[in-house]
C-alpha cells in the first residue's frame, strides 16, 4: 500500500487489523499461507541455493505482485545470515521457523 495511504491511514488500518484479529488467528492464516512452500519449490533452478532474485519471485507470486516491486530486499538480506547471497537450506529452515517474521 505504499504511497496509497499516509502514515496516518497506514496505523489506523494496522490498529484495525490488530483489534479485528487476535494474534491466534494470524498465526494460523500464516501457517495456511506457508502450506507447501518448501525450499525446493523456490529454488527455481535447483542448484540448492535461493538466490535474491528467486526468493523475489517467490514473493512477488505470493503476494500477487510484480517482481519488480521489490526494489532492494531487505528481508532477505535479513535471512542471509552468512551474508553470501543466497539462502541455504539452514536459513530457510530458520525463517520458517521464526514464521516468517
Do not use: C, W
Not at 26 to 45: H, L, W, Y
Amino acid at each position: 500500500m505504499k504511497g496509497r495511504m499516509n502514515q496516518q491511514e497506514a496505523l489506523a488500518v494496522s490498529e484495525m487489523i490488530f483489534e479485528k484479529f487476535p494474534r491466534e488467528q494470524f498465526a494460523t492464516m500464516e501457517k495456511k499461507s506457508r502450506e507447501g512452500i518448501t525450499f525446493d519449490t523456490i529454488d527455481i533452478d535447483k542448484d540448492g541455493k535461493i538466490t535474491s532474485k528467486e526468493f523475489q519471485i517467490f514473493r512477488a507470486k505470493r503476494n500477487h505482485m510484480d517482481p519488480n516491486s521489490f526494489k532492494h530486499d531487505l528481508y532477505f538480506q535479513k535471512i542471509d545470515q552468512n551474508k553470501d547471497g543466497y539462502m541455504d537450506r539452514a536459513e530457510f529452515q530458520k525463517m520458517r521457523e521464526e514464521g516468517m517474521k
